[in-house]
Structures are given as structure tokens and as C-alpha cells.
DNA sequence: TTTACTGCAAATATTTTGCAATATC
DNA sequence: GATATTGCAAAATATTTGCAGTAAA
């Protein structure tokens, strides 16, 4: 996992890994790649393709999802999947966080965790090869929690009303 | 989180799920139990699907969908998504199993780690109430490995003899 | 008798694939 | 010029849904 900073070291990455593949230098491979990291830490691919119609540059459905492959192959992305939902996509940074996820609203908050990390990192287990690990809670986050306690008490109290 | 131990103790699960719900007592929610219990540990809805065709005691798909959930609900199996296929379904047991996923030949071994069960249902995280968790691992079998090996030893000698 | 449940077929959602046209090397 | 890549449309996969008929309560 290579500790990622800014743009250009990207960009970078995105090079080389053409260069070792034999891979070509497309403008897509580019713009998406641009588009990618003007993205939020985690997003799904059809946030992906409006931000990219968003900025006037179309590509088809097969060479965004062959791009954000080749993004995950080349350490830039990397890929979880949460639940029975489009796949999700967090940006490396050598972090591997914990995704809270909320049954409600849906919402992945990603929640850095060092400790677990080196635990992870340390570990072993029987007759298994460890190349990556994916750590998922799943519950109400606190704005659904009070969101819900809200609507039962109103709920309550315009029963009352109409008795 | 209910530990469970055998047939009959299951079978009455279901039965007070469905009185507490109000919901019918239906052959097909019975036999598709009666299958589920006979299945390994962890399945696919398509082996279940295939089990329950063997024993000549077909449902529509439908059904079979609505009657896995209802299960999950119930607290008699666990839906867990681990890859971008089928989910799969793991008999509960009071266990939240590690899932080690192999990369080449897609089997999952289940692990129980007592210890961190314990480190999990003591923690919390910040403005977020958990209900569950999944812990998947992602690596190479050492079956696969092995294999793996063997393979690149063979191609290797195949090699040399055709020089 | 009421209506929850089943089964069928069609719809949905996400991703992959085959193939002709295009652009990079 | 060779072929990797793109874009389109269709296929594949897994699951959900609408609805008419059936059966549990």
C-alpha cells in the first residue's frame, strides 16, 4: 500500500502503471482520472459519471467501469463492496478504514482506525494468505437515531391530538 | 443473538417468529426450513435452490427469496455480502464468524474468534449505534497456493523440455 | 370468508461482453 | 500499420415486483 498525497503523484501512478502494462495513454484514462480526484474520498461510479457530465467529458458505461478497474489495479482505488448496491470506491491513501454503515440513510462514514490497522497487519491466520481485509459495522448513525426518536414523538403527540 | 443447537429448537424459532408476526404457517416455509437445515454452514440461494429440486420439493424463486429473508428475520441464517455475486447465507449460531475469502477458487472458510467477538461487542464508535458487523479477509487459500505452485513448477519444466 | 402467500413472468439494477470504429504507439 | 481502446447495444447476473390464483386462518 503506497502512501498517496497529491496530484501529481497520482497522475504518476496512473503513468507508470500504463508504462508497465504496455498500456496506452488514452485523454479518457486522463479525464477520469482528473475527474477522480476532484471526487469525495468515497463514491460510487454513477456519482463518478454525472461529475464527468457535469464537466462536458462523456465516456461510455464500458470505459468508466474498465478505467476504474484499472484504477484499483494500479493502487489509485480501491474497491468494497457494502451491500446489494453498485460497488463503492475509496481513494488509497494507505489507510484501510473501517466502513460504518447506516441501515437508514445509507451513509459510509470512514473511520480511521491505526491500532486496528497494526493489529490487522500483525496478524495471522491458519492456512491463509492475508492480501487485503474489508471491516464493514453496520447500524444507525446519530442524525437517523434523532431523526427517528423525532418522528415517534410527533407521531405520539398527533395521536394524542386526535383523540 | 440466540445460540441455537438443534432441529426442533429452530423449527419453534420459526413458529414464533411467525406467530409474533401473524404470519402463516405454509408447507413451503417449513420444507425450505427443513432444507436449510440440512445444508452446510454457509450456502447460496442457488444451492439451496438445486438442494431443494433434488428432493423433489420445488418453490418458485420468489418464494425462495421471501422465505430466506424471513429466515434472516428470524434469526435463523445471516445474510452476508462478500463479493459481487449471490449473497450468501450463514446458519446462525450465536457466532460472528471471520470470513476468509480465497481470491482463486471464491471458497469462504468461516473462523470463530471468540476474542474478537469480545473486543467487538465492547466497542464502540463514535455517533454511531451498531447493530452488526462483517469481517471479511481476502487472500490465497493454501490449497490454492499449493496449486498455484505446483502449476508454475510444471510450466516451468514444460519449458526447458520444449528448448 | 378474508387476505396472506405462492408462482409466474416481467422489471430492475449493476456490470460485463461482443464487435465495429477509432486512435495510440 | 498493428492492435489496444472506445462506445454502443445486447447479454448476463441476482434480485424484486405486480398480479392473478390458491390456500391458511
Redesign the pocket.
Known sequence: MTEVNNTNAIVEMLERH?AA?????????FK?LEQVLCMPKEF???DLNKAMANNSF??????????V??FVDAGILRRI?ID????HYVKEDGVNYIHLVCDECGKIKLLKDLNFMAYMNARKFPAFTTRDYNFTVYGICNDCARRIKREQREAKAAKKKNH
Request: glycine share 6%; aromatic share 4%.
Open positions: 500504463l502494462k504496455g498500456m496506452r495513454r488514452t485523454p479518457e484514462r477520469i460510487v461510479i454513477e462523456m465516456v461510455s458505461q464500458s470505459t468508466l467501469y474498465n478505467t478497474d484499472l463492496i446489494d448496491g453498485p460497488s
